[in-house]
C-alpha cells in the first residue's frame, strides 16, 4: 500500500469519527443540597437520571425544571422539617416543563403556584405539603401525571386546578381549601383509593371508610372521585435505609477491612471507597495499602428514592519494626476491701499484652483476662498482674483488705465500685475505708464497763458505781452514734455490754454474801 492510500484511509477515518457520535453514558448520581445553598443550581448541573437529596431546612427560592429524569427529594423524607417558600407572591415554587419528574417531601408555601406542571408528562407528585399558597397544583396541557398522598390546604383560590389536561391520576390526597378542585377535561380521580375531600357530604353506612355516594368535579366533563376517602390515612413510601459494619474502624496499614450491609428496603447498593474505587457487592473485603483517613460511603436505593451513610477509616502508619513496642499492665476491680469470703470481680485494662498472669496473693493464680476470685481467710492480699509481650513484661498490683467475719448480716462494707490499678501503681479510695463501722477505740468504755463488775466488791462499792456505769454507756453510746455507727450495731454492742455488767453485778454480790457469812 502506497503513501498515499494509507493517507487517504486515514482521512476517511477521520470524517467518520467526526460524523458518528460517541456515546457518553454515566452512573446516575446523588447531588446534596445543604441550607444555605440554591437547589435550582443543582438542578442546572444535574444530567438525566441524577436525585437531588435536600437537606432539612428552609430555603426561599422559585425552581424551573427543564431537565428530564430528575428526582427532587427531601433528605429526611419529611415535608415538614424542609420547606420551600416562594421567592415572592407572584412566583410559583416548583415549575416543570419537563418529563419523568419527581417531587417529594416537601412543604411548598407562600408563592402563586406551589406546583406547576406545564406540558409535562409522566411525572410523580407524592408526599408534599402544599399550602397557602393562590393555587396548590396547577395542570396547563399536561397528561399521565400522578398525584398522590399529598395534603392540599388552606390555598386561596384552589386546592389543584387542571386546564386543558387530561389522562392524570390524583388519588390519596387530602383536599381542604376554598375550592378544592377544578377540572376541565376527564382526569381520574380515584385509583386505588379515592380522596379525602372537605366539603364532601356523603355517608359511610357500610364503615369501610370510602363514601356511599361519588364527590362531583366537574359533572359535564364527568371528572368524578367515585371513591371518596372519609379520612385520609398518608400512605409514606417505603425507603431505603442504608445501614453497614466494619470489623475494624482504625489499624496499621496495610489494614484489610470487611464490610457487611444489612441495609433495608434497598434494591441495588453502591459502595464509594473515597478515591480507591466502587463496589456494588453487599460484603466484600478491602485493603488500604496507605495510611490516611478514608471515607466509605454506603447508598442505597429503591424505587421510592434513596439514602445514605458512611464511616471514615483511620490507617496508621505501620510501626518500625526497629522500635520495640512494650506492654503495659492495668486492670480494675469492682471492691478492694469487704468481708469473709470476700468475692471480687477483676477487669484486665492492659495494653500489647500477648499473655496475662494474675497472682492474687494466696497462692492461686489465673490467665483469664478477667478473673473473678474468692478470698476464703482474712488479711491483707497482694493482687499482682503482669503482662508480657515478646518485647518485656509489666506489672500492677493492688492490695486487698479482707475483714474478719461478724454478726451484723444486715450491714454491709461501703466501697467504691471500681478501682482502676495501672501499672507501677498501687493504691484505692481511703475516704470510705471506715465510714459506717464501729471505731474499736470508742468501745473500750464499754468492755471497761462490763469488766469493771467481775471483780469482788463490798455492796457498797457495787451500788454506788452502778448508776455511774450506767450513765457512762448511755454516753458512750450516744458518741457511737454522732460517729455514724449502724442501728444493729449499736442495739447488739449495747446488749452485749449490759448483760455483760448485770452478770458482773451478780457475781459481786454473790461474793459479798458469802464474805458476810
Known sequence: MTKIQIFRWVCLFAIFLALVPISETGAAENIYVPPGESIQEAIDN???????L?????YNESIQINQDNLTIISYSKNPYNTVITGVNKESNVFKVVSSNVTINGFSITDSKCGIYLSGAQNCIINNNNISGNYIGICLSKSKNNTLSNNLVSSNADCGIKSLTSSGNTIYNNYFNNTNNARDDKLNTWNWTSGNCWSDYIGQDDNGD????TAYVINRRTKSMDYMPLMNFVPEFP?????VFTSNVTVGYAPLTVEFTDISENASSLLWSLGNLGTSNSSDFLHTFA???NYTVTLNATNENGSDSTDVIINVLKAPDPSVPIFPEAKFGAN???????LTIQFFDFSKNAASLSWSFGDKKKSCCPDPKHTFCCPGNYTVSLTAKNDNGSSSACVVIQVLKPTNQSSTEYIVNPRYIVNSGSSHRNESNDTKGFLNRKSLES???????FTETRLLAEVGSSVGHEILRLADTVENITENSVYRNEIRNISMRAMFLGFLGISLGLSAFRRGRK
Do not use: C, Q, R
Not at 54 to 58: A, D, T, W, Y
Not at 446 to 452: D, G, I, R
Open 46 to 52: 444535574a444530567l438525566p437520571g441524577d436525585t437531588i
Open 54 to 58: 435536600v437537606k432539612p431546612g428552609e
Open 209 to 212: 371508610n370510602i363514601g356511599d
Open 238 to 242: 417505603v425507603m431505603p435505609k442504608a
Open 290 to 292: 496507605n495510611e490516611g
Open 335 to 341: 471492691v478492694t476491701v469487704g468481708y469473709v469470703p
Open 446 to 452: 464499754v468492755e471497761n464497763f462490763a469488766l469493771s
